[in-house]
């Protein structure tokens, strides 16, 4: 028996209660619904969190003592850079951002387990329906009177400080208001759609899926449109570079095939975003966009200075207060900054969650946790962790909150895919290159299936 056809039987699809905590998760994500634990705890993305249980649950069997000892390492790691942060009366706080990270992680790592025992053609059609879904339920509350539902529903979900209240300004510069399809702001519904996409073009099969995903890219410009889609066409960038070509990975032609392609994506992201945001550019040249300035700006000019001032353990995870006087500084000095802006908390104005990881943790444990996640990612079998990495940082220019579920699942759902990639070209039998051996994913979980034993 061939060892495509010997694997191929030892995978089965996800059953229907799978599949439903799975859409549940993403559902979760989408959402980013909270329900406050108690009064500094919250349970975020709550219906992520009750999926991701409830997974884990299921996969208890499947748990991996090097995958457990990788997780537990990450956490001992965090923990060991919350005590190293200066000014303890801030721990309390800090420890409660640990909690939530770790929670993040845990149903991260449940997500990660189920996506990789699903098929591969599943997952795709699972993530094309979500984002089939978001571009009909947009154009629906732009033409169909679903906003008004949207709106209540949105009421009920939100704390009222939560819920995006800028239509103003997006008439302004879109023209219109921006669909909000039940979620906070329109800034989730781009995330979600841009995130789920670009997972969807590594894990689809099939050979028009570059001619669909610009299609998807160019629905949702005319349908929700915003600057975070242009991040939709770089997320295309590591999957070429690192992910597809299967065993011609590695060759030079074919590397230097990938980098003529991902500059030509670049070029094109570029011009597409001069051409549709030209508005918003132009705020942006003026210093008149708080929110740039918040989500790109301001938290890179604050990591640096993290770097000067607190290089070995930053402000410690969740720890913005205890560095409030800094942030207004270097805030106050950038010459993108207007003093007409209003600041009600410092968290929300370092929403990256790219950056918070260097203002949480500083150069030194900065370095170090990333490190040990990268472990982590190896043990769990990821294909590629510059891939998973380059699309973490991508992703972390749309999104804030460090320690919550939607950070974490941007990693771990990236390794899953990668997994699966690996998976297809050990099934397909692709012929292996002299001195290469099957995915590490496939001789870890799959070790009697492997070439050698065969």
């Not at 906003?147 to 939560?162: F, I, N």
């Not at 690192?242 to 070029?267: E, T």
């Not at 975003?273 to 132009?282: D, I, K, N, P, S």
């Amino acid at each position: 028996m061939s060892f495509a056809a010997t694997l191929s039987g030892a995978r089965r699809r996800l059953d229907a209660l799978d599949t439903a905590l799975f859409v549940l998760y993403l559902v979760g994500l989408y959402l980013g619904v909270s329900l406050q634990i108690t009064s500094t705890i919250p349970l975020t993305c709550a219906p992520s969190g009750v999926a991701g249980l409830l997974m884990l649950w299921r996969r208890r069997d499947q748990l991996q003592s090097r995958e457990l000892a990788g997780l537990l390492l990450v956490v001992g790691l965090y923990l060991a850079s919350i005590l190293s942060a200066a000014d303890l009366t801030f721990l309390p706080k800090r420890f409660t951002g640990l909690l939530q990270l770790v929670y993040s992680l845990v149903i991260g790592y449940a997500m990660f387990m189920t996506m990789t025992s699903g098929d591969r053609d599943q997952i795709a059609a699972i993530l094309l329906g979500f984002c089939v879904f978001i571009i009909i339920g947009c154009l629906l509350e732009e033409y169909g009177g679903l906003r008004a539902l949207s709106d209540k529903v949105r009421e009920h979900l939100y704390d009222a400080g939560a819920v995006y209240d800028a239509d103003r300004r997006d008439e302004l510069l879109y023209g219109r208001i921006r669909p909000k399809l039940f979620t906070s702001e329109p800034s989730a519904v781009t995330f979600a759609y841009t995130q789920y996409s670009s997972i969807w073009l590594v894990v689809s099969r099939s050979r028009w899926k570059f001619a669909i995903y610009f299609g998807l890219v160019a629905m949702a410009l005319v349908v929700l449109p915003g600057p975070t889609l242009m991040l939709m066409l770089l997320l295309a960038i590591p999957y070429i570079m690192f992910l597809a070509g299967g065993a011609r990975r590695a060759s030079v032609s074919r590397m230097f095939g990938a980098a003529i392609v991902s500059s030509l994506v670049v070029l094109v992201a570029v011009v597409v975003g001069q051409t549709l945001f030209a508005a918003r550019l132009h705020q942006l040249q003026a210093g008149q966009d708080a929110s740039f300035f918040y989500r790109f700006t301001g938290p890179m000019l604050l990591a640096f200075d993290m770097f000067r001032h607190h290089p070995w353990a930053g402000s410690g995870l969740t720890g913005e207060l205890s560095i409030a006087s800094d942030v207004m500084n270097v805030y106050m000095n950038s010459a993108s900054f207007s003093s007409a802006w209003r600041i009600p908390k410092v968290a929300d104005v370092i929403t990256n969650y790219f950056w918070q990881h260097w203002i949480y943790l500083g150069l030194v444990w900065g370095v170090v946790v990333t490190a040990g996640l990268s472990l982590w990612l190896r043990w769990l079998g990821a294909a590629s962790i510059l891939y998973c990495w380059s699309v973490w940082a991508i992703l972390g220019q749309a999104s804030g909150a460090y320690v919550g579920p939607k950070t974490w699942a941007v990693l771990l759902i990236a390794a899953a895919a990668s997994v699966m990639v690996a998976r297809a070209e050990a099934e397909e039998d692709v012929p292996m290159p002299r001195g290469r051996t099957e995915p590490w994913f496939v001789r870890r979980r799959y070790p009697q299936f492997a070439r050698s034993a065969l």
